[in-house]
Nanobody, 121 residues
Framework: QVQLAESGGGLVQAGGSLRLSCAAS????????MGWYRQAPGKQRELVAL???????NYADSVKGRFTISRGNAGNTVYLQMNSLKPEDTADYYC???????????????WGQGTQVTVSS
């Protein structure tokens, strides 16, 4: 089984910073991409940032210039450095990964359990 474990969420004042971490573990043949989504209360889940194995990065317009996504050297860990946080960044943040769990298995989308980020004004 593939598992994604997130950490780093918490309560921070507006203008502050947090760093989220996500580690993929279990049966993994390859990881094509890792990223972060978020879902605020009563809102749809949205893409925050995505990074591929080839180094291509996408950010939501609302976080460009404030958030930075990166992957660890081993390739199974993704980080989201969040600076200049705003109250509208408050949400549950979910790690997402596109993973081939076995050499003969198809590419599969995996989700972490989520970590809460609350930004107070």
């Amino acid at each position: 089984q593939v598992q994604l474990a997130e950490s780093g969420g918490g309560l921070v004042q507006a203008g502050g910073s947090l760093r989220l971490s996500c580690a993929a573990s279990g049966s993994i043949f390859s990881i094509n991409a890792m990223g972060w989504y978020r879902q605020a209360p009563g809102k749809q889940r949205e893409l925050v940032a995505l990074i591929t194995t080839g180094g291509s990065i996408n950010y939501a317009d609302s976080v460009k210039g404030r958030f930075t996504i990166s992957r660890g050297n081993a390739g199974n860990t993704v980080y989201l450095q969040m600076n200049s946080l705003k109250p509208e960044d408050t949400a549950d943040y979910y790690c997402n990964a596109l993973i081939v769990p076995h050499s003969t298995s198809p590419l599969t989308n995996y989700w972490g359990q989520g970590t809460q980020v609350t930004v107070s004004s």
